[in-house]
């Protein structure tokens, strides 16, 4: 069965930084491209970024581009979301999810989730 556990979310202030992990178990994930959404309350959930679990190529939301740089450790099966120059409009739920159809932006394409941790920025 596959899990996807996601940690690293809290209050930070704007302008702090944070990273998220995704530990990624249950099945080989070599095909697969691994992702991080968000959730604002009150609204739907949004991409943010994707990984191709092998070559590594990247797809980032132009909200996050140049602040935020996803990454993964292939040995440890972890999905990383760094998160610099925090805002108050980056606070949201975080959901890793993955997929086996490429770096697509859309919810529905993906057929795995974790179950969210909490990202809180203050201004």
């Known amino acids: 069965q596959v899990q996807l556990v996601e940690s690293g979310g809290g209050l930070v202030q704007a302008g702090d930084s944070l990273r998220l992990s995704c530990v990624a178990s249950g099945r080989t994930f070599s095909s697969y491209t691994m992702a991080w959404f968000r959730q604002a309350p009150g609204k739907e959930r949004e991409f943010v970024a994707a990984?191709?679990?092998?070559?590594?190529?990247?797809n980032y939301a132009d909200s996050v581009k140049g602040r935020f740089t996803i990454s993964r450790d292939n040995a440890k099966n972890t999905l990383y979301l760094q998160m610099n120059s925090l805002k108050p409009e980056d606070t949201a739920v975080y959901y890793c999810?993955?997929?086996?159809?490429?770096?697509?932006?859309?919810?529905?394409?993906?057929?795995?989730w974790g179950q969210g941790t909490q990202v809180t920025v203050s201004s």
């Open positions: 990984i191709r679990w092998i070559g590594g190529i990247t």
């Open positions: 999810a993955a997929n086996n159809y490429g770096l697509v932006t859309t919810t529905s394409t993906y057929d795995y």
